[in-house]
């Protein structure tokens, strides 16, 4: 048997977040080089500031200046940095509390190696260049001389608030199809199609997936089904997606093909929309390169009986 | 939830998990899973038809893939409809769901599985999408640097060192040599850092497998197994999601859930730990105060073989197979998830008197 199938995966996407007052009060004050915690009911300040208390879950919203300057509680010496990560070379992860604040913030260290960091130091922010109201808006921290830097005295009200972060998400797979649908898609590039018998109750599943959804036992014998097949059931598609080159309307269908125990989905051509119909009798059509067919058209055999695929719909 | 009415006793009576490998592309996840849903069928007599419930364990961003546990199902026969739920947790939060709903009587048995194929992906980025949006994860912290956080946080607090780390990895690999599922058995080199104070030995080997045990109330339980593993109790809990917020020395929802779960009632004999980091068995053996008279981790834990989602629920298999076999008479089961042991899941399992 050939070898399973792979393809690099990318799964990337803008997560667009909306931020409640405390959120958008901190980022925004990021921006403006500011730091805001929030006050507990019993007299903290967490840093940042989440809405919340954390052990009662009283809501939170009296926010409070603390210093860019504050203490390593713990790190970490990252000697080779990933994709993402603040600094592009080797710097510590660090947990920092600020002065003012009682809890700590998470970020990177910039420090020349693992013996230059310590827990209890004396740190700074370093502000990134340019700020848009995100945690990144702290480039990272830096080692200082451990003299308090001076809130600016904001109130931490803002003209302009921040209010939603577009946080990228971006992870790389390498995919594998597995067994069973690498010898469906290999079958496919000799515009054949193969599907698996399941050696319990013998139905023909196409594209194979390797199990029987029934039996939940794995099937592995391969059959060819088709080419021709039967529409069990079918919508009719009027409106138009976006980058989709086809006019509407048009009949989406789902058809069996001969000798398959199940319908797969397939577009109707080659025949007015109206004029498809349960039981029509239809063949692929292949365009040059395709990987699967570009659609199915009548084959002019007389409509299937309903009986015969009356348990495929 | 504490710990369970007297009148619906409930067992783990099977256990089966696959042999965890560094990468099983050549199988999709169902084909992966099948052979260990059969085993475990297998072990009661049970078809998959006989099960009252089904529940599962796994995560679409190891996957890469939109509701990639609909896929999986296939392996469980679901056609026609069957009674299920999945959780997008480790199965051990699946166990949790499943042995609730037997408790409500609407069920007298259930399948619980779960898998996870870190093959694909790079394990290491896909974790940090599980960390706060807004203040953590556009950082990308992933999750051997935030486990190091921890051991330093252990260290300063001179709760371990770094000897003391290297011994725990090689104990637990050092039991995994009997345990034939296990990844990494034996002697492993402690290596390099790869998060100060972190080594690979500290860590654990990342790879792709899966769990499933069967659950039953009762009179079912003692049909189906000579010797069940009753659960006397089980609880989960969550800490606050900012780290800075917690205390990375102590897990006070571990000890929280253990107590409601009745672990302090009576000493147990075995504990399966959830740690994939070598620090967090520290952490874990004084939240949980287990003595050195307690067998931890005689599978080898998370440090030879761990496959996320279901290494969770294989402590909970690897314990209650000690008490089927009668080398346990009262263990304690641990599962965690995200960073630095945020949840923490307790359960007490025991044999009845020989
Ligand atoms: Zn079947």
């Not at chain 2, 209650?320 to 630095?340: E, K």
Request: include cysteine; glycine fraction near 8%.
């Amino acid at each position: 048997m050939s070898a399973v199938l792979k393809a690099p995966l990318v799964v990337e996407f803008p997560f667009t977040r909306s931020l409640g007052p405390v959120q958008s009060a901190f980022l925004t004050g990021l921006r403006e080089r500011v730091i805001l915690g929030v006050k507990t009911g019993d007299g903290r300040t967490l840093v940042p500031p989440v809405e919340y208390d954390p052990v009662t879950a009283e809501e939170l919203h009296d926010l409070v200046e603390v210093a860019p300057t504050g203490t390593v509680t713990t790190w970490a010496w990252n000697p080779a940095p990933r994709r993402g990560q603040p600094l592009t070379t080797p710097f510590a992860w660090v947990l920092v509390r600020l002065d003012g604040a009682d809890t700590a913030l998470l970020h990177a260290l910039d420090a020349p190696g693992p013996a230059a960091v310590h827990t209890g130091m004396p740190v700074r922010v370093r502000w990134a260049g340019e700020r848009t109201g995100a945690i990144t808006d702290i480039a990272c921290f830096e080692p200082c001389d451990g003299r308090r830097a001076e809130p600016t005295g904001h109130t931490g009200a803002f003209e302009d608030p921040v209010t939603g972060i577009v946080a990228a998400a971006r992870l790389d797979y390498t995919y594998s199809p597995g067994r069973a649908q690498t010898a469906y898609i290999n079958a496919l590039s000799g515009r054949r199609t193969v599907g698996e018998r399941c050696p319990s109750c013998r139905k023909v599943y196409v594209p194979p997936r390797g199990a029987c959804p029934t039996c939940g036992v794995a099937t592995s014998e391969q059959v060819e089904v088709g080419p021709r097949g039967t529409v069990t059931t079918f919508c009719i598609v009027n409106i138009k997606a976006k980058n989709l080159d086809i006019e509407v309307p048009y009949v989406y269908a789902h058809i069996a093909l001969d000798g398959a125990g199940l319908a797969l989905h397939g577009r109707i051509g080659g025949i007015p929309y109206d004029e498809v119909r349960m039981g029509l009798r239809v063949e692929p059509v292949w365009t040059d390169g395709a990987r699967y067919p570009d659609h199915y058209r009548p084959t002019g055999e007389p409509d299937a009986d309903y009986d015969t695929y009356k348990e495929l719909l | 939830m504490t710990s369970a009415p007297r009148d619906r006793e409930i067992a783990v009576v099977a256990f089966a998990q696959t042999a965890h490998r560094r990468t099983s592309e050549e199988l999709s996840e169902v084909e992966m899973l099948m052979p260990v849903l059969h085993e475990v069928l297998d072990r009661t007599g049970l078809k998959t038809a006989d099960i009252d419930f089904t529940c599962s364990g796994s995560s679409d961003y190891l996957a890469g893939r939109a509701f990639s546990f609909t896929l999986a199902l296939d392996g469980v026969g679901a056609w026609p409809p069957i009674s299920e739920s999945h959780v997008e947790m480790d199965g051990a939060w699946a166990l949790y769901e499943a042995w609730t709903k037997l408790l409500t009587g609407d069920a007298d048995t259930a399948l619980v599985y779960s898998y996870g194929k870190s093959s694909p992906g790079s394990v290491r980025d896909v974790l940090t999408r599980q960390l706060d949006p807004y203040y953590v994860a556009p950082l990308w912290p992933d999750s051997v640097a935030l486990a190091a956080l921890q051991a330093q946080a252990l260290i300063d607090a001179r709760d371990t060192d770094e000897p003391a780390l290297a011994a725990v990895a090689s104990r637990n690999r050092e039991a995994a040599t009997t345990n034939p599922h296990a990844q990494l058995r034996g002697p492993v080199p402690q290596g390099d850092y790869l998060v100060q104070p972190l080594r690979t030995g500290d860590c654990p080997p990342i790879g792709d497998g899966a769990a499933a045990v069967i659950l039953a109330a009762g009179d079912r339980a003692r049909d189906l197994c000579d010797r069940p593993a009753w659960i006397r109790g089980i609880d989960h809990r969550i800490e606050a999601h900012g780290l800075g917020v917690r205390d990375l020395t102590d897990s006070p929802s571990t000890r929280l859930a253990a107590e409601r779960a009745g672990v302090f009632e009576r000493p147990v004999d075995t504990a399966e730990l959830h740690a994939p980091f070598t620090a967090q068995e520290v952490v874990l053996r004084k939240a949980l105060r287990l003595g050195e008279d307690v067998d931890v981790n005689p599978s080898g834990g998370a440090l030879a073989a761990n496959p996320i989602m279901a290494a969770g629920l294989i402590r909970i298999g690897e314990a209650a197979a000690r008490i089927h076999r009668g080398a346990s008479d009262r263990a304690l089961a641990h599962a965690t998830s995200g960073p630095c042991l945020q949840q923490n899941l307790v359960a007490v399992l025991e044999g009845e008197r020989r």
